[in-house]
């Protein structure tokens, strides 16, 4: 067995190499492009018509996808909008960080620093800004490319009518994001007081042939609520938004005014508009990014496994179904001379129990070093591939069996950061915080266990 330090250079070059599997613009590099007077993505082949491109790209991954787009297609594209995160004047992200960090996007973009995970006011501008571009493109009868990513929700938003305001939109995003419900949850609640999201944005093209790219950070096969699918019509759970606000108790928590266009939207939709002719392709998963990190992880002479059914659990139940599995594996390669690395993704849900720093990685973390505190060698990163969990500045941490002793050591008591939701604090406080910055990319969490045979 490897010593200590080298187990956790380890997970942190499969956490790297996940990273690099996920870079966004080169996904959309390798699936889109030009034949003749033709736009190729994949295997399809799409008739421009002589038409123009206007392109929208929203979410954690806006920028480097918007780069890459117009780098494919740049005589055909005459405008964009991007909505995306700020990005930091001077800042390095590390080696983690894969994509093209000085590119910048060409002057035919109008480009807004979404807020997030609250919508601000560059979210409203970037919404109206939208507005206008389809508007154009739809008066053209032009060609339009929505380049989706996990974050658009709350970085471009208008609400669905004018009695909500910004304050309102804030204070619905928070209490959703820290109620428990998982992503599908939250998504179906959102589309019901918006007027981007659900489809509603590519309705305002309807005489526009349309374009979906999407990096994706929900469950597989669901694609379009990401980003709240703006430009996809809201799938059948949309209906059941009633019982989730039942189901979280959310009738007293969400803003009047936000219950009231709810009630509304679902209790008379609206009747479905004539489609667009409309494509739709997914880029990158979060499957694509734990194939990566077994790869790396076989690669680094581990005995590797991807714990499959592992994704969007209670953060309780998915830290025990990992012990158990990581168990299980110990019991199946016992004699081995080879280190164990189990896998998984996906997002657990997380409530907020206190008003400390931190978020669903760096609390797994931290349940992890408590189940396992001086026990059998063991290391676990656990990490968001955006580089950013909850409201913390890491993108997770990293533990391990001597993490709880260290910090006791210093007089921190980790049960106490538990019941705070202070995760943040106490790995900060170690210096086992994980941080990248904004690695321009979103495909889930990741989680990478470590331990002896």
Known sequence: MADLIQLRNAAREIFDAMLRAADAGAAVKKAIGLMGSNLAVYDREIELRNRPIYAIAIGKAAT???????????????KGVISGPPKLAGSVAGPTVSHSEGADPSGRW?????????????????????????????????????????????????????????????????????????????????????????GRLAERALNCQQVTLI?????????????????????????????????????????????????????????????APHWSFVLLTNHDALAAALDAAISMGFVS???????????????????????????????????????????FSCPVRGDGVGGRNLETALRLALLHNGKEEFIALCAGTDGIDGNSPAAGGIADHTTIERARAI????????KRSDAYSFFHALGDDVVTGPTGTNVRDVRILIASS
Not at 411 to 418: M, S
């Open 64 to 78: 480097p996808m918007a780069v890459a787009l117009e780098a494919q297609i740049g005589p055909h594209f005459i």
């Open 110 to 198: 109008e480009r807004f620093d979404g807020g997030h995970p609250l919508p601000n006011e560059e979210s409203l501008r970037a919404a109206t800004a939208a507005f206008a571009l389809l508007d154009q493109a739809n008066a053209d009868q032009a060609n339009v490319i929505f380049l989706i990513s996990g974050g658009g929700s709350a970085m471009m938003e208008w609400p669905i009518n004018s009695a909500i305001t910004l304050d309102d939109i804030r204070a619905a995003n928070k209490v959703l994001v820290n109620c428990g419900a998982d992503i599908t949850e939250i998504n179906a609640v959102r589309r019901a007081f918006s007027a981007v999201k659900g």
């Open 215 to 275: 990096v994706s950070d929900v469950p597989l096969g669901e694609q379009d609520i990401v980003a709240s699918g703006p430009s996809a019509p809201a799938p059948s759970t949309a209906r059941y938004t009633p019982t989730i606000i039942e189901r979280y108790k959310l009738r007293k928590s969400l803003p009047p005014r936000v219950i009231k266009a709810i009630e509304s939207t679902t209790a008379t939709p609206k009747p479905k508009p004539k489609e």
């Open 305 to 347: 496994e991807i714990a499959s059914q592992l994704h969007d659990s209670s953060i309780e139940e998915g830290v025990s179904a990992l012990n158990d599995q990581l168990a299980a594996m110990r019991v199946k390669h016992h004699g081995s001379d080879k280190p164990l690395c189990l896998i998984s993704g996906g997002e």
């Open 411 to 418: 007089g921190l008591d980790a049960e106490d950061f538990l």
